[in-house]
């Protein structure tokens, strides 16, 4: 088989109900890529593996652990770059990946993971990659589906692979879903509110008060006391005072709202990727790997971030 | 000092790097205080016609009987700057007379500021380098209150060998090592930069080694001074090694290196 060298992302979701569905499409996209010279790579659940393990013979496929890949969802783009940089260092024409991403419980990382495969389409867009995305539309919830369907350029079923009509240009998705609905818990009575901030050190420490008495380890509330400060002195430095800070705390997450007076800046896929150069990219790329969900947008109140973080 | 909030200790020649009036204040009170607990002489240097905000000595002499009481006996000198800076060039003499008289040693305190109306910038330098070897010689302490910096000014570091106290951050330097303590944000890298900045031209070795087992919190731009402060340093061949970070400095640190890599710049534990 003669084939041309992939040299950009591939990005498809399957959409299934069986085991067997999944398998019609899986299956043929990791043996292609084999005969091409990619790597195949599964992240998946635990069944979905097994179901490919066992079809494919599990010494032909490598598997990441979903508990390291997909933790925050710019660390899991900078996983990816890592992975294909490496193998096709070491000699890969590209690599295949079947992706079956946790969306866990929360509605709020269900959308910062909706945003994720957005964003892939412009942060993978150079790399020699293919992405089959398994979606189970009889466990997922309806929104992450119709999501789906927004995300991805190509659909993969068992008898055919087809553009995808209803793909949304990425900025476009990432700007709508910025803007959805308010918080539930921003209705209530915050645990921290400062006006007008000065005192980087003073908020982290208050900060620190104000969350040490919820469920969250000691890890993650110094996790997300970076992710404060980070998004904090992007306000203080880039934007126009006064920056005000609120935090609330519930029973299974903590959320925090930072507006400054300033029109800020329109970049749906500001922090997804490190930006060495950009004003405060650095920062912002740090804030969304040391929470679960990081939102920018344009509000009457001004430029709002809210960040949150979960058990 | 905040809990939580790591201390590198009091004792030695520190300076204390520009903070709000109160920070000042406090820190001053803090040190001044332990002086007078362990039973050594104190010597400090505030000049009479500086406003009372800034003479913070004179201002405690004034309001706090305990003070007052050790400057009635002796125990706290507090002189002018001509008296005090004739005084601390036979540094060796007093800390001498000082243990005959039964104290446990010296601690003085002064003004870089104060010092330019007594000598040269050269011989300013000449003080520093001489205290800081004195504190190393001798039972003797000295803390340095810096001014903001003007434009021109040498960098704290650059003159002060001992340590650098800033608000939420310290920085000190012993047995080859930098060691670095609480807090780095936008606020205060400007004191890591220049800790580091003096560490690594005076590096006598091809590694530096940083210890930051006491730094409570590293923003990017903490990161970025490691990098840029050390850049030179690399370029000749020099490696950093970063010691004993705590596991929320190593996340981000991981995560910043991950992207932004750094030749020469490694994560390592101590031998202990």
């Given at each position: 088989v003669t084939s041309r060298a992939l040299t950009t992302f591939d990005h498809k979701a399957v959409l299934f109900t069986t085991p067997e569905e999944f398998l019609a499409a899986a299956v043929p996209f990791v043996q292609d890529g084999l005969s091409r010279g990619e790597v195949p790579v599964v992240a998946c659940s635990e069944p979905a593996t097994a179901w490919l393990a066992n079809a494919l013979g599990a010494d032909r496929v490598g598997m990441l652990p979903m508990s390291g890949i997909y933790r925050r969802p710019a660390g899991t783009i900078r996983r990816l770059q890592d992975l294909v940089e490496s193998e096709t260092a070491a000699g890969a024409r590209g690599v295949r990946v079947v992706a079956g991403i946790d969306f866990g419980d929360e509605p709020v990382v269900w959308a910062e993971w909706m945003r994720y495969e957005a964003v892939l389409n412009k942060a993978l867009a150079t790399y020699p990659l293919r992405s089959l995305c398994a979606y189970n539309t009889d466990r997922l919830p309806a929104e992450i589906v119709v999501a789906a369907r927004l995300t991805h350029p190509g659909l993969v079923t068992a008898t055919s692979t087809r553009v995808n009509p209803d793909y949304l240009d990425p900025a476009e998705f990432l700007r709508e879903s910025a803007q959805a609905g308010s918080h539930p818990l921003a209705e209530g009575r915050p645990a921290l509110h400062e006006s007008d901030v000065t005192d980087l050190s003073m908020l982290r420490w208050d900060v620190r008060l104000a969350v040490v008495a919820s469920t969250l380890s000691g890890e993650v509330i110094e996790e997300f006391i970076v992710a404060v400060n980070e998004v904090v002195t992007n306000a203080l430095v880039h934007g126009e005072h006064p920056v005000e800070v609120k935090l609330w705390t519930g029973p299974s997450e903590t959320l925090c709202e930072v507006v400054d007076g300033g029109s800020g800046f329109d970049d749906p896929f500001?922090?997804?990727?490190?930006?060495?150069?950009?004003?405060?990219?650095?920062?912002?790329?740090?804030?969304?790997?040391?929470?679960?969900?990081?939102?920018?947008?344009?509000?009457?109140?001004g430029f709002t971030v809210r960040l949150s973080i979960g058990e | 000092?905040?809990?939580?909030?790591?201390?590198?200790?009091?004792?030695?020649?520190?300076?204390?790097?520009?903070?709000t009036r109160q920070w000042r204040r406090e820190r001053v009170t803090h040190w001044l205080r332990r002086g007078l607990d362990s039973g050594e002489a104190v010597v400090v240097c505030e000049a009479a016609d500086d406003l009372p905000a800034r003479s913070v000595v004179r201002v405690l002499e004034r309001d706090d009987a305990d003070v007052r009481a050790a400057g009635q006996d002796g125990r706290l000198r507090v002189l002018e700057p001509a008296e005090f800076f004739a005084l601390s060039q036979q540094i060796g003499e007093l800390v001498e007379q000082a243990l005959d008289e039964g104290y446990s040693g010296v601690r003085t305190c002064g003004e870089p500021r104060l010092a330019l109306t007594q000598m040269s910038e050269r011989e300013y330098e000449a003080f520093e380098q001489m205290l800081d070897r004195a504190c190393d010689a001798y039972p003797l302490s000295a803390l340095c209150q810096f001014d903001p910096p003007q434009e021109g000014d040498p960098e704290p570091a650059e003159v002060h060998f001992g340590g650098l106290r800033q608000r939420w951050l310290q920085t000190g330097f012993s047995g080859g090592v930098l060691h670095v303590a609480g807090e780095i944000d936008i606020t205060n890298d400007e004191v890591l930069r220049s800790a580091l900045h003096w560490a690594s031209r005076s590096a006598t070795t091809s590694q530096l080694r940083v210890d930051l087992s006491r730094l409570t919190h590293l923003a990017v731009t903490g990161w970025r001074a490691i990098r840029d402060s050390t850049q030179q340093f690399r370029e000749r061949g020099g490696r950093v090694l970063v010691l004993d970070t705590p596991p929320v400095v190593t996340r981000v640190l991981n995560v910043l290196m991950s992207e932004d890599r750094a030749e020469g710049v490694e994560l390592a534990r101590s031998v202990s």
């Open positions: 500001a922090g997804y990727e490190a930006a060495r150069r950009a004003a405060g990219g650095m920062g912002l790329w740090l804030a969304r790997q040391m929470c679960d969900h990081l939102a920018l947008a344009a509000t009457p109140s | 000092v905040r809990p939580g909030f790591a201390d590198l200790g009091w004792d030695g020649h520190l300076a204390l790097l520009p903070g």
